[in-house]
């Protein structure tokens, strides 16, 4: 039986483990409050942490694999050290890019105009200003990855030291529903603009901390915007469509209004060779359409109204098209020509997809990227791999098997 004096010291003893304090969520010698000042840093520049022992990870995703920056030790865990860490990280991935790409990343505050415009050829559109933002780390990596498989899509000219083209992520949503798109900025040169929302339907931005589909969806964009450069690099030129030689191997017709100042898109049908269709937006549907561009009813007859003509959805055209587009984003030949290089530079599945969707297309598109690299480097020196980057000429049966999309 135990005594007064030892049962007191025993219930003191238990009364002192059980009121303890719980572990600190920073980890063994952490402190809590510096592990959330520290993530909430990584997450403003997009950056994920992990907290593995007695360490905190950081990381980003590119392609859907993780890529390790840096860790550092939960004990005495310092958010002012992993800021400026952060931040070093920022400005040497962008002075990388810049450098071995010739680019212009945008900064924080800095302004530029933007015009643009594909359903005229006139160049009187007025330009919208902007401000950029700095692009967060998990961006930096996907443009880097979209540079890769882009090149030498993002320089200016077609000498390999020609400089390249400046890339603006937007600090303000400035068009609603629309990520990206290709212009002319305050200097008139070509530019890439990105703005916060990259997918209307799901109001998902680039800023959000979660990287959940993010990345992909980011380079795909990037890829797009680089082969709007491209065309423009290739004389197709973005602002004068009817210099585009691409246009009618594409399967599409162009008229000019000239009493509306309106260009009119006309894609070729495999129904008749007199059967075009054109899109509309405010029907949200194609209207068939004669050489001309007059409206057609279903029994073929011109009609003044585009409200009587017969009208078919965006999947219906597709499959009607003399050539078939590679997706469902095909309201212009430089849209469709740009997500169809985007599928031939993405991976080896896309290209393999275009060239089952649209065989014609596929060699067009094959031919066309050649023609670029070509007049960048020198015939024969370079060729597109199965990755999308670019191979020395050394490497034939490489070179061999990604020009049959293999």
């Known amino acids: 039986m135990l005594n007064g004096h030892r049962l007191a010291s025993l219930c003191g003893l238990l009364l002192a483990l059980l009121t303890l304090p719980e572990p600190s969520a920073a980890g063994p010698g952490g402190d809590a409050q510096a592990l959330q000042a520290a993530e909430a840093d990584a997450r403003l520049s997009g950056v994920e942490t992990t907290c ?43 002075s990388e890019l810049e450098k071995r790409y010739q680019i212009h990343i945008a900064r924080d505050g800095e302004r530029t105009t933007h015009r643009y415009s594909v359903s005229t050829i006139r160049s009187s559109d007025v330009p919208i200003t902007l401000e950029a933002r700095t692009p967060r780390l998990n961006e930096l990596y996907v443009l880097e990855a979209a540079l890769q498989q882009s090149e030498p899509s993002q320089l200016l000219g077609m000498s390999p030291r020609s400089g390249g083209v400046p890339v603006y992520f937007i600090k303000d949503l400035q068009r609603i529903g629309i990520a990206a798109e290709w212009g002319l900025n305050h200097k008139e040169q070509p530019a890439v ?16 901390p979660s990287l959940s589909g993010n990345v992909s969806r980011l380079k795909e964009i990037l890829i797009h915007e680089f082969a709007h450069n491209a065309a423009h690099r290739l004389g197709y030129d973005i602002f004068s469509p009817e210099k585009w030689a691409l246009i009618k191997p594409m399967g599409w017709h162009a008229v000019w209004k000239s009493d509306t100042s309106e260009l009119l898109w006309l894609v070729q049908s495999r129904e008749s060779p007199d059967y075009y269709y054109r899109a509309v937006p405010f029907l949200k549907r194609w209207v068939r359409c004669d050489r001309s561009g007059r409206p057609l009813t279903e029994d073929g007859s011109v009609t003044r109204h585009l409200r009587q003509a017969y009208s078919a959805d965006s999947p219906t055209v597709a499959r009607l098209a003399l050539v078939p587009p590679p997706t469902g984003y095909f309201y212009n030949p430089m849209e469709e020509f740009a997500e169809a290089l985007m599928m031939y530079r993405f991976s080896v599945a896309r290209r393999q997809a275009l060239r089952k969707a649209s065989p014609d297309l596929f060699e067009l598109i094959r031919q066309t990227d050649q023609q670029e690299i070509d007049r960048t480097f020198g015939k024969g020196r370079f060729a597109r791999g199965l990755d999308g980057r670019l191979i020395e000429s050394g490497a034939r049966s490489s070179a061999s098997r990604s020009e049959s999309g293999q």
Not at 194 to 206: E, K, M, R
């Open 193 to 208: 603009f990105v703005d916060p929302i990259y997918s209307a339907s799901s109001g998902q931005t680039l800023t959000e």
């Open 52 to 94: 593995s022992g007695d360490r905190l990870d950081f990381r980003v995703t590119v392609d859907g694999q993780p890529k390790a920056l840096f860790s550092t030790a939960l004990s005495g865990l310092d958010p002012a050290a992993v800021r400026a860490r952060l931040q070093e990280l920022t400005d040497g991935k962008i």
